[in-house]
C-alpha cells in the first residue's frame, strides 16, 4: 500500500477514550522493546510517527494510527517490561485485555516477536490467547537483520515449535532496517480488511 496520509488518531489510557468511528483495526502486540513501533514506522514509510526508543516500556498507552481513513494500526504496551510498578503492569493488563476481548472492530492480532530469541512464556500466552480469539495468528519476527541470512530458515523453524504455530498461522522474517517483509505484510493486511 502506498501510505500518503496517516496521523496518530488517539492516546488511549482508558476504554472511554478508544476511537468510535468504527475503521477496521490491525493490532500489534509483543513484548517491551521487540519492534513495535519500528514495524509500524516502517510499514508507513515515516521515521518516526510512532515513537521508538532503547528504553523498554516507552509505549503507555494504546495508540491508534489512522492509516489513509482506512484502517487503524493499534499500538499496544509491549509486555513482560518489570521496570514499572506491580499497580501500572496491572492496569495496562486490564486496559489490553478489556479492549483485546470486547473490541468489535479487531480484524487482525500481528504478534512480533524477536527472531535470535526462542519465544518466551509471555510470548507463548499471547499467542495462544490470540488464537483463541482469532483465526490464523501473524507472527512477525523482527530483527531478521540480525541474524545470518543462512540462519533464517532455523530460526523461523525455532519460533513455529516454541510457540506450537498451527499450520494455516503467518510467520514473516521482518527488518526494519532492510524493509524485508514490508510488502508481504501488507498483501496479508489488505486481505483483511
Known amino acids: 500500500m502506498i501510505v500518503n496520509n496517516v ?26 522493546n521487540v519492534g513495535k513501533s519500528s514495524l509500524i514506522n516502517t510499514l508507513i514509510n515515516r521515521r518516526a510517527l510512532a515513537r521508538t526508543s532503547g528504553q523498554p516500556g516507552k509505549t503507555q498507552t494504546i495508540n491508534f494510527y489512522n492509516i489513509e481513513d482506512e484502517v487503524l494500526f493499534v499500538d499496544l504496551p509491549g509486555y513482560g517490561y518489570a521496570k514499572v510498578s506491580k499497580e501500572r503492569r496491572e492496569q495496562w493488563g486490564q486496559l489490553i485485555e478489556d479492549y483485546l476481548t470486547k473490541r468489535e472492530q479487531i480484524v487482525k492480532v500481528v504478534l512480533l516477536v524477536d527472531i535470535r530469541h526462542k519465544p518466551s512464556d509471555n510470548d507463548i500466552m499471547m499467542y495462544d490467547w490470540i488464537h483463541y480469539y482469532h483465526d490464523k495468528v501473524v507472527v512477525v519476527a523482527t530483527k531478521a537483520d540480525k541474524i545470518k541470512r543462512s540462519q533464517l530458515k532455523k530460526h523461523i523453524s525455532m519460533i513455529e515449535k516454541g510457540l506450537n504455530m498451527k499450520e494455516d498461522d503467518i510467520i514473516i522474517p521482518f527488518s526494519a532496517k532492510t524493509k524485508q517483509g514490508r510488502e508481504e505484510i501488507w498483501r496479508v493486511f489488505e486481505s483483511v480488511y
Open 7 to 32: 496521523e496518530l488518531e488517539m492516546t488511549a489510557g482508558k476504554e472511554s477514550q478508544f476511537p468510535s468511528h468504527g475503521l477496521p483495526e490491525i493490532v500489534f502486540a509483543g513484548k517491551s
